[in-house]
């Protein structure tokens, strides 16, 4: 058995959603909207990860076709042991439109200084489009 690792984000959700529920002002909705968008994608994907990976290619050209026009920028760390390379290397060899920044010194946290300051320049760049 190997010990699922959490992001920072899950874990602060983990451990303030008890007091929040507990406070008689705070209700349900208020609460849900505390939990930040990365956690509740990483729960998302950590449960449906066998769904999505056998009914969803995103590789198939007829998935890629449907988003091949719309103005991509994908920042890859180039030290990422959780999501290789590879994959984002696979990606844009089908979809060559896709403009790909591999990241040497970066590793999978948007949160890693050298990532972040990777997509802070390509959303500026997204931003003029």
């Not at 008890?18 to 939990?35: H, M, Q, Y």
């Not at 999978?108 to 997509?119: F, G, R, V």
């Amino acid at each position: 058995f190997v010990q699922p690792h959490l992001s920072p984000s899950l874990h602060r959700v983990d451990s303030n959603f008890p007091r929040l529920k507990s406070n008689s002002n705070v209700t349900e909705a208020d609460a849900k909207k505390f939990i930040p968008a990365q956690a509740m994608l990483t729960c998302f994907y950590s449960t449906n990860d066998e769904y999505m990976m056998s009914k969803f290619n995103l590789l198939a050209k007829e998935n890629l076709d449907k988003i091949r026009h719309i103005p991509c920028i994908a920042i890859q760390g180039g030290q990422d042991n959780i999501c290789p390379p590879d994959s984002a290397l696979d990606l844009h060899e089908e979809w060559p439109e896709m403009e790909l920044r591999i990241v040497t010194e970066g590793k999978h946290s948007m949160y890693d200084t050298p990532i972040t300051c990777e997509l802070i320049k390509a959303t500026d760049r997204l931003a003029d489009i």
